[in-house]
């Protein structure tokens, strides 16, 4: 297929809108098993933000999955081509100056890697909700855990399909932390690269 691109050189710069939202851009990835807290976490933080006048959007599996991700399976090629789509739309909303917080299980060390080339560097943040497949099992609010037990779920992470652990995460979350507490780690690793310009 012979396809012509003329890509335009719009005018308006990430830094001229980071200057403007009066800070940084930045991409916090959550990755960990379903029910690890990922979006209990993010949901958590991005409202702290929010009440700093933090300009923030949230990507969420369950959510882009009925849309941008639309079709795609829990297949190994699938998932990354999940994550490769999030990847291009989150680099797009990192220009547009906002913080992009993205939970995905994103269970292939490569993928994840795959995002954090896609973005400018110093942009990604990445955070691993570390509980173990037992605790999410436990809490199984979604019955995901119970299905793949009864053999009627194929492909769950961390049961039937590989989850690679992220071996040097920016910041780690333990399943002895409270809400409270992983906020406040996350907080504590982004606050000097948002540079705040009302610095709280
Ligand atoms: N087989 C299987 N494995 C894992 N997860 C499953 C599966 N089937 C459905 N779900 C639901 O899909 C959510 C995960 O989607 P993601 O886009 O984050 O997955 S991935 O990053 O592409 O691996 C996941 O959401 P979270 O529980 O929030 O992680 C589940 O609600
Ligand atoms: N730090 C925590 N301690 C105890 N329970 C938690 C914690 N974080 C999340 N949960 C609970 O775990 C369940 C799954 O959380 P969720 O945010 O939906 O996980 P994920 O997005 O990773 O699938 C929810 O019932 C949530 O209330």
Redesign the pocket.
Known sequence: MDVQLFPYGYKVTREQRNQLNGHNSLLIWF??????G??TIADALEQKLHNKKIRTIVL???N??GNL?EG?S?SPE??SE??KR?AQMSRILLDSGVVVLA?????YKK?REYVENTIKPNTFVEVFVNVSVEICASRD??G?YAK?KKGE?????GV??PYEKPQHPDVEITENDSLEMAVDKIYTRIKDKLELKDNE
Not at 31 to 36: E, H, N, P, R
Not at 103 to 107: C, E
Not at 153 to 157: E, P, S
């Open positions: 990755t960990g098993l379903s029910g690890s990922k979006s969420d599996g369950d882009v999955r991700c795609l829990f699938d998932r999940n994550i999030v939970t995905f299980i994103s269970p993928d609010q979604k995901l793949a779920l194929n492909n769950l992470t039937s399909a």
